[in-house]
């Protein structure tokens, strides 16, 4: 019996030590891929586009500027701002009180929308992806005399995702 009970306490020993001896680990792994937002003008007039006109397609005329459209990789709308240096006026390079059309100023459209002087001039778009559309500059008829010179205004367009 002696012998029994030697063996049935090696036998506890034994299945009690080797569960001791058991050990577990885990982990969890999260992968993520991230790709920036990105909302670009396309069309002819992206990037700095400098447009020389003739007398002829500023007198009370509708001249298409080139076109211009947006994409990108967001969803949701977008707002295309408009501002202009001399607030929609073309300015004579030398005399900055000289007006090309006098104190009328021209407008644009694009979008179905008319961008002009003393506006929000906003254009919310309901995707940022759109065919690049005309632009146009719509202009007051040209005085009698034009003073000769240079006359420019710059027109600054930003789009920005919602």
Do not use: R
């Not at 009690?16 to 999260?30: C, G, M, N, Q, V």
């Not at 977008?78 to 407008?107: E, R």
């Not at 995707?127 to 005309?134: E, F, L, V, W």
Request: aromatic content about 6%; glycine content about 6%; some cysteine.
């Amino acid at each position: 019996m002696n012998l029994t009970n030697t063996l049935i306490a090696s036998a506890v020993l034994l299945a009690t030590s080797s569960l001791a001896i058991a050990a577990t680990d885990t982990t969890d792994i999260e992968i993520l891929v991230t790709k920036d937002a990105y909302v670009n003008f396309i069309g002819d007039l992206q990037g700095n586009v400098t447009k020389t006109l003739s007398l002829a397609d500023v007198n009370g005329t509708t001249t298409t500027l080139g076109t211009l459209g947006t994409e990108s990789n967001t969803t949701g709308t977008c707002t295309v701002d408009f501002t202009s240096d001399n607030d929609y006026k073309m300015v004579h390079d030398v005399d900055a009180a000289m007006f090309l059309h006098g104190a009328n100023n021209y407008s644009i459209d694009w979008q179905n929308t008319s961008i002009t002087s003393g506006n929000a001039n906003s254009v919310i778009l309901a995707n940022c992806n759109n065919a690049a559309s005309d632009f146009k500059m719509i202009t007051p008829a040209l005085p009698a005399v034009v003073i000769a010179g240079t006359y420019k205004d710059t027109v600054h367009v930003t789009v920005t995702t919602q």
